[in-house]
């Protein structure tokens, strides 16, 4: 049979594909095929928004053109047929003009790294597209499923509610009494509190939109005829009636339904399951019918998640409200569900049949007795959805052969009551723990139980009825008896074995009681207001908080920062919140990232095989399956290494393991295809058989078997016995802290280009370290490094992660480059990275600590153990890290502190933002706590008086000069109102039984340089053309973080010109050779002196050019001195003085300088759930001399919420640049409410497997 063509339009333009793969993803194509780069790829799964992107059409059952956000990751093409796609380039351009979208974001500073920018863009526009004045609360729910690195969304939402109607920012005109920026009058310094000015913004004009292609209106009333799409492995059918689809479901009961793909789509990609033949019913109309019956409201089973939120929304707006007590319990799971562009596409029948254990709309379905309509050639059935429904593991009681129609939501009845929760690590786009769905119907007019359901997902392998505990409850009165009695019965039916599949088992078993209680408090608030004369308990009203269901606040945010002093020359741009100078760029999807580059015609895809086992030998490598993959090139091993195999910081890693694996993660091997997708198919066929060997995985397990990398490392001062014998107290404990997976936005990426010639190679890869990828790549191929040049045109974020790890890849790359002799490229899937990348290091600290009566610490001993892995990488100096702030800020007379690195079978865990300060901070707060408990004295009280002074010494033996601290300490006591929000935090939990606030002030200290001395040095190279253009290169990476910007900023001052002359194109091994890695919050202190240094060299050769021309321009000068034979390029080198600590005499300072600040934070929590929210948070930070406020808040911002998970406020990353001016503070007083950056996400897909 022949294959149709599939016709669709991408930014207005027509694309007719011929052979149309249904395997193939619309991110693939527009990335691939059309050069499409700027929807970017993220992690594949619909979890991060990336490759957001509008699809378009005209909705034959509503009648009208439909805008609706998609990830184009999971968007087959096949699906695509009569659809009108936009992009982020089909919106605006430098080139041409930004969509005020565009223009937005970048001028809010919301765009750092920049590689979540266009995704973001794309799910504002389509909410502009769809409302062009929105709430603050639509502009928020749009970006649900947008994840974002860098910038914490704070930013972003700032430059986003300009749109909004209510609650637009005026930019501090005057006009609206509750602007943020009034907030300035409160303050006792003239500080700026406006980053950028929304009067510069453009208008938004919906007028101005493209228009729906004039093409695909015209075939609106054309009736539809099914269509067929044959790819390498797939067929895929779109039917387009009922009868068709159930004939090809009699002929194919194999054949799967796909409607959102959001299921399918992720089996396919990282199960590696292939389902040969597919049928798409979302053109049909009885799948898509939405039908208002006597008993509920029936939903085809095509409808997307979306249009079901929309009706039942509107039900509950028009319908009396007992009628809707269901309606709000599945708008309540809908609520927390996946963000827009997943319940856009995803369909309510697919939600069903996918039958997964962790559903969160099964157990509402269950409990509200939903019907559910099943067809089949010539057959129909309806079943109301009971316990029955499930058989087993992500089955469902239809026959191979049978679809699901429809489903019907039941209304509610008088006196019946319904209640749905979820429970997942963070509130938005994140799997349920445990998830549920609650109803109670009442005998009329009484509190006596007629019906009670209660059915759970995340407690089974299936969503599963309590039953034997809701049986026992018919007749029963809604009182305290009752509570108790379902509660036992809870507790013995929802049994989880102590390995249940998910983990945190007693969590989850606490959680099903949590719900009840609050469902039965909520219950009985509601009888409670119908005034019933029963049997039933009254709701005490300490206990209401419990019913009340969670909330996110609107965001709102003020920051301060300091006015550049009086009589700065306008052109003079340090110390100004100059916007990311490539915000633009990424905001129209311009700017290029590694996997961006256009493919080489005869470029080949890597795939890494890795070991699936912690610790083994290898005992054979079978490839001949793999071989069959079509476009299958060689398979590159430890065999193919022409030089050494031995590489990694400390050389004790290989580049693919040879004999034996040490972790689950280790690299083997690599198959090189023609594609990444036969890659990855042919990767999966490369058999590795293993012989198991003893694994050590956990700090415990190490410490047991005295495994460790290295010896111990140890700081001391004073006598610990005399300080312990003269304290009033002893305490000591253990703290534990877990790890965190690297999630940069963009994976690991590396392009390897062979060049034919004495062993050239370049090498475009996305690395904070480009001196260690040359070297590694040089020392395995066995060629000098001046051979390999690596070049870094920008990261999409790397937070350490790409400090060393990044090398992994491209060394594997560029062997494979070698051995083929052509370009070949890898960019990681998410689950790859994170699985061969480690993350930050988990550490346990075992404490003891002396102090007397007042609070006044005396002596403190802590053990630290950190997982390091199975290699060294930079553990030693993390480890360091950590020890150097152990005291975190406290002055302690009588302290040992000592290391060691546990050598485990884990991926070599490795930087991560605060490298080891955080964790040394953490534990130190930990403790201090303690000592505050036993004292029984306010914590802020015993926090202050073990401060430390101006010129006191630290453990280490490092002055404290310009210490700040304590001005900090007492501007943030002040601004954040710490004493009165106290008392009335104490009134709140008073009165609260089940939610509970806490309020906390914590101070940090940051040692700003590397431990590692040679590493705090710098080089710059700039080159002065005839034009007057500057074009500038130094040693550091841009990842976000802003740093091309600052060093355009120095070197504007430094030679008094515009920055609109200067520009940076990349970071690169023959500009700058031996930099250290783009790392420890030096970056702008050492290649800002080391450009500053440059330019002096370029200033000094001009000087007599300006002598004789005084009144010239910087152009004429330079033409001069270019006429008279002057060199006009020059370097600069800087290296930071006074460096070298020495851990055998403690002394020697580590640190150039400290930066200080100080974080005073109040949460919510649920002591029912744990459910727990921010609710404000003050910052007062001093980070010196801004070069550039914007960009430091932004950064500030971003560790805060980063550094959330580990319980650490971690101010270390804010950069100043000593050496530019005198020290001066920047006082910031954040008031950030609403979303962090969640840490550590996870994909979202990794549920539990039964
Ligand atoms: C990022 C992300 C976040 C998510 N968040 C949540 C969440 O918070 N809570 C939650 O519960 N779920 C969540 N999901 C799951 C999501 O709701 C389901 O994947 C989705 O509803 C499935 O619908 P679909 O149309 O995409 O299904 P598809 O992938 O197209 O199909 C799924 C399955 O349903 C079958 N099927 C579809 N229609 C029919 C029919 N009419 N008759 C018979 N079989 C049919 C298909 O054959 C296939 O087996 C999330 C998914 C993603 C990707
Ligand atoms: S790449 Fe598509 S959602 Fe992450
Ligand atoms: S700017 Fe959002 S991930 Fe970097």
């Known amino acids: ?192 509190p406006s980053l950028f000015n929304p009067e510069e913004f453009m208008p938004l004009d919906p007028t101005q939109e493209p228009i729906f292609p004039p093409e695909l209106l015209r075939l609106k009333d054309v009736p539809r005829k099914q269509l067929r799409f044959e790819g390498e492995r797939v067929t895929w059918i779109q039917a387009s009636t009922l009868k068709e689809l159930l004939d090809l479901k009699a002929q194919y009961p194999e054949a799967k339904l796909v409607v959102g793909n959001t299921e399918i789509g992720i089996e396919m990609k990282f199960k590696n399951k292939l389902f040969p033949m597919i049928v798409c019913p979302a053109w049909i109309p009885e799948l898509n019918a939405v039908e208002h019956g006597p008993e509920g409201i029936s939903f085809g089973a095509s409808c997307p998640l979306s249009s079901v939120e929309k009706t039942l929304h509107e039900a509950i707006d028009n319908l009396p409200a007992y009628k809707t007590e269901v309606f709000k319990g599945v708008l309540e799971q809908l609520r927390w569900f996946a963000g827009m562009q997943v319940k856009s596409v995803a369909s309510i029948g697919g939600n069903i049949i996918t039958a997964s254990p962790i559903s969160d709309l099964n157990p509402v379905f269950m409990a509200s007795g939903a019907k559910l309509t099943i067809v089949s050639t010539g057959t129909k059935r309806m079943v109301r959805m009971d316990h029955t429904f499930f058989p087993g593991y992500r089955k469902t009681l239809l026959a191979p052969e049978e679809i699901l129609l429809s489903i019907e939501i039941p209304y509610s009845r008088e006196g019946e009551y319904f209640s749905a929760f979820k429970q997942a690590s963070r509130r938005e786009d994140d799997i349920a723990k445990v998830t549920c769905g609650m109803r109670v119907l009442f005998q009329p007019e009484t509190a006596q139980v007629k019906e009670l359901a209660l059915c759970y997902g995340g407690m089974a392998d299936r969503t599963i009825s309590a039953l034997k505990t809701m049986r026992k409850q018919t007749a029963r009165f809604w009182n305290k008896e009752l509570l108790q009695d379902v509660c036992a019965g809870l507790v013995e039916e929802l ?57 996110k606040d609107p965001p709102a945010n003020v920051q301060f920062f300091q006015e550049v002093p009086e009589g700065q020359s306008e052109e003079d741009m340090v110390g100004r919140p100059l916007p990311h100078l490539a915000a633009a760029m990424q905001a129209s999807g311009e700017a290029v990232y590694c996997d961006d580059i256009p493919r080489y015609e005869n470029e080949l895809s890597l795939r890494l095989v890795t070991s699936t086992k912690a610790h083994a030998k290898i005992t054979c490598i079978d490839i001949s399956e793999a071989q069959k993959v079509p476009g299958f090139v060689c398979f590159i091993s430890a065999e193919d290494v022409p030089g050494s195999n031995k590489t990694g910081i400390f050389n004790d890693e290989t580049v693919f393991a040879k004999d034996e694996v040490t972790c689950v993660g280790h690299i083997i091997g690599a198959v090189v295809t023609d594609t990444p997708e036969h890659a990855q198919r042919a990767a999966q066929g490369v058999k590795i058989t293993y012989e198991e060997l003893p694994a050590i995985i956990t700090i415990e397990d190490a410490i047991k078997n005295n495994s460790f990398h290295g010896s111990e490392l140890k700081i001391g001062k004073g006598d610990l016995m005399k300080g312990f014998s003269e304290a009033d107290n002893i305490v000591s404990g253990e703290v534990h802290i877990g790890g965190q997976e690297h999630f940069y936005l963009e994976t690991h990426c590396t392009i390897a280009v062979p060049k034919g010639e004495q062993g050239e190679m370049e090498l475009f890869v996305s690395t904070q370290n480009t001196m260690k990828t040359q070297s590694f790549v040089a020392n395995m191929l066995g060629v000098p490094a001046n051979r390999i040049l690596v070049r870094v045109k920008r990261i999409g974020g790397g937070f350490g992660g790409k400090e060393t790890r990044s090398t992994v890849v491209s060394t594997a790359v560029a062997l494979a480059a070698h051995k083929t002799g052509r370009p070949v490229r890898c960019m990681l899937d998410r689950d790859e990275d994170m699985l061969i990348t480690g993350g930050r290091h988990p550490f346990l600290a075992k404490y003891k600590v002396g102090f007397m009566k007042d609070g006044k610490v005396v002596a403190l001993k802590v053990e630290h153990y950190s997982n390091a892995g199975n290699t060294l990488d930079l553990s030693q100096s993390i480890m360091e890290r950590a020890l150097f702030h152990m005291d975190n800020c406290y002055k302690i007379p009588n302290i040992l502190g000592t290391g060691r690195l546990c050598k485990t079978n884990l991926p070599s865990n490795t930087a991560f933002r605060g490298f080891g300060g955080p964790q040394g901070m953490l534990i130190a707060e930990y403790w201090m706590s303690e000592v505050a408990l036993t004292c029984g004295l306010p914590a802020e009280e015993v926090r202050r008086k073990n401060l430390y002074k101006e010129g006191d010494l630290t453990h280490f033996n490092q002055k404290l000069e310009a210490f700040t601290l304590s001005r900090c300490w007492d501007e943030c006591l002040a601004s954040s109102q710490y004493h009165a929000r106290r008392s009335e935090i104490d009134k709140f939990n008073e009165e609260n039984c089940w939610k509970k606030r806490g309020l906390c002030i914590i101070p940090t200290k940051f040692g700003i340089s590397f431990s590692i001395p040679f590493l705090n040095q710098a080089g710059a190279l700039i080159h002065v053309y005839t034009d007057g253009s500057v074009l500038l290169a130094h040693g550091g990476m841009e990842m976000g973080q802003g740093l091309h910007t600052k060093m355009i900023q120095v070197a504007s001052r430094a030679l008094k010109i515009p920055i609109s002359k200067i520009y940076i194109s990349e970071t690169s091994t023959n500009t700058v050779p031996n930099t250290s890695p783009t790392a420890a919050s030096v970056s702008s202190d050492l290649n800002g002196q080391a450009i500053y240094e440059a330019c002096q060299t370029i200033l000094k050769r001009l000087e007599p050019f300006k002598k004789k021309n005084p009144t010239g321009t910087w152009e004429e000068w330079v033409s001069a001195a270019y006429l008279d034979a002057v060199s006009l390029s020059a370097t600069g080198f800087y290296k930071t003085p006074n460096l070298g600590y020495s851990f055998e005499t403690n002394s020697g300072n580590p640190f150039h300088y400290f930066s200080y600040g100080v974080a005073c934070s109040e949460v919510e929590i649920d002591c029912l759930t744990g459910d727990h929210k921010n609710l404000r948070t003050d910052i007062v930070m001093d980070v010196g001399s801004s070069l550039n406020p914007a960009i430091d808040i932004g950064q500030e911002v971003n560790v805060s919420g980063m550094l959330e998970n580990t319980g650490a406020k971690d101010m270390g990353s804010i950069k100043r640049t000593k050496g530019m001016a005198r020290r001066k503070s920047l006082l910031e007083n954040m008031r950030v409410l609403g979303r962090i950056g969640g840490t550590g996400d996870r994909g979202r897909h990794r549920e539990l497997e039964y």
């Not at 408090?521 to 019933?532: A, E, P, R």
């Open 1 to 192: 049979m022949t294959a149709d063509e599939l016709v669709f339009f991408v930014n207005g333009k027509k694309v007719v594909e011929k052979n149309a793969d249904p395997e193939t993803t619309l991110l693939a194509y527009l990335r691939r095929k059309l050069q499409l780069s700027g929807t970017k790829l993220g992690c594949g799964e619909g979890g991060c928004g990336a490759c957001t992107v509008m699809l378009s059409k005209y909705d034959r059952f509503q009648n009208k053109i439909v805008h609706f956000s998609a990830n184009a990751c999971l968007a087959p093409i096949c699906s695509l047929h009569h659809v009108a796609v936009t992009t982020v380039e089909g919106i605006g351009s430098t080139k041409s003009r930004l969509h005020p979208v565009q223009e937005r974001i970048s001028k809010s500073h919301g765009s750092q790294c920049g590689f979540c920018t266009p995704g973001i863009v794309m799910s504002m526009y389509t909410l502009l597209r769809n409302q062009p004045e929105p709430t603050i609360e639509e502009i928020e729910n749009a970006f649900q499923g947008n994840l974002c690195r860098c910038t914490g969304y704070r930013a972003i939402l700032q430059g986003f509610r300009t749109f909004a109607r209510d609650g637009g920012c005026c930019g501090g005109s005057g006009d609206n009494p509750n602007c943020c920026m009034n907030q300035k009058k409160d303050s006792k310094v003239t500080l700026l």
């Open 495 to 551: 049994y989880l074995s102590p390995d249940a599949p998910g983990g945190m088992v007693e969590f989850r078993r606490t959680l099903t009681l949590s719900f009840f209680f609050k469902f039965y408090l909520t219950v009985l608030q509601k009888l409670g207001k119908g005034n019933l004369e029963n049997n039933c308990a009254k709701l005490d009203p300490t206990d209401a908080s419990a019913t009340s269901l969670f909330q």
